[in-house]
């Protein structure tokens, strides 16, 4: 089942004073399947950021479509989008986005208390997401007060808990050191066996050989993907590099 399908999307920006215009996107298409794990790498203006802000509906295209499990995020009211992306989307970024003054606990709460949902059936939501991700014994905690992974795993602990369709992680492993990221890419792995459907945005080669499907963009296009397949992580590992050479050295698109 395609859970989403992105179609001809264009992204120009018009500079405030100068006029020019600057194409961030053009004509990207691509689609993702329930229940895979998909990683989308670039060098920095590939328009990388700028996708993953359509996607997220924190931005819209200057043309195009994006269908969410068969529903065109780009024409959404902007008095329903913020509904939207609770409902629908989970979030994972480089930098957590936690609240200091929130306890872990209540940090992971919080989409579920923007949606109005009842203390009870919150804490019935928790219980599972927080023994899988072993963070039981922090909940009480405030962020200030945890490592950089337990940070990391309670913004994904927030991002599961709304029950997403489709998480968006924006670089998640940028600001862990080694074994934290190694902590994280395991998890991913563990949440896409269950079912989870995942786009990563990343510059780390490691993190997107754990995926099941890498899409490379460049000058705003989707250049080149590869899918794992029966490949090993590190095989994966030195295909996703040769790719990024060859788009680093000016190369044409390999098969």
Same mark, same amino acid.
């Given at each position: 089942? %395609?859970?989403?399908?992105?179609? @001809? ?10 006029? @020019? ?13 329930q229940g895979e794990y998909v990683a989308i790498m670039g060098e920095s203006g590939s328009g990388k950021t700028t996708l993953l802000n359509i996607l997220a509906a924190l931005d819209k295209p200057t043309s195009g479509d994006v ?10 009211? /902007?008095?329903? #989008?913020?509904?939207? $992306?609770?409902? @629908? ?5 480089? !930098? ?11 940090? #992971? +709460?919080?989409? *579920? ?15 599972? #997401?927080?023994?899988? *991700?072993?963070? /039981? ?12 992974? =337990?940070?990391? $795993? ?16 924006? /670089? ?19 949440? @896409?066996? !269950?079912?989870?459907?995942?786009? %990563? ?19 705003? /296009?989707? +250049?080149? =993907? #590869?899918?794992?397949?029966? =490949? ?5 590992? =030195? ?17």
């Amino acid at each position: 089942m %395609m859970i989403l399908e992105v179609n @001809n999307l264009k992204k120009i920006y018009t500079a405030r004073h100068a006029g @020019n215009n600057v194409q961030a996107l053009s004509n990207v298409c691509f689609s993702v399947e329930q229940g895979e794990y998909v990683a989308i790498m670039g060098e920095s203006g590939s328009g990388k950021t700028t996708l993953l802000n359509i996607l997220a509906a924190l931005d819209k295209p200057t043309s195009g479509d994006v269908l969410l499990n068969g529903k065109n995020i780009v024409s959404i009211d /902007e008095r329903e #989008i913020s509904a939207f $992306r609770r409902n @629908n989307l989970g979030f994972v970024f480089q !930098d957590f986005n936690l609240l200091d003054t929130f306890s872990v606990r209540d940090n #992971i +709460f919080l989409p *579920l208390v923007l949606s109005g949902k009842k203390y009870e059936e919150m804490e019935e939501k928790l219980g599972p #997401i927080a023994h899988k *991700l072993g963070i /039981e014994d922090i909940l009480e905690k405030f962020p200030y007060e945890v490592s950089g992974g =337990q940070k990391q $795993r309670t913004a994904v602990a927030r991002a599961l808990i709304t029950e997403p369709k489709l998480i968006l992680a924006d /670089e998640p492993t940028g600001a862990l050191d080694s074994h934290a990221a190694d902590g994280l890419l395991k998890l991913f792995d563990e949440l @896409n066996g !269950d079912g989870q459907t995942v786009l %990563m945005v990343t510059h780390s080669t490691k993190a997107a050989s754990h995926a099941k499907r890498v899409l490379f963009i460049k000058d705003g /296009e989707v +250049f080149h =993907q #590869i899918y794992k397949g029966s =490949q090993t992580t590190e095989e994966m590992y =030195q295909k996703i590099s040769t790719t990024l050479t060859l788009i680093a050295t000016g190369g044409g698109k390999n098969e």
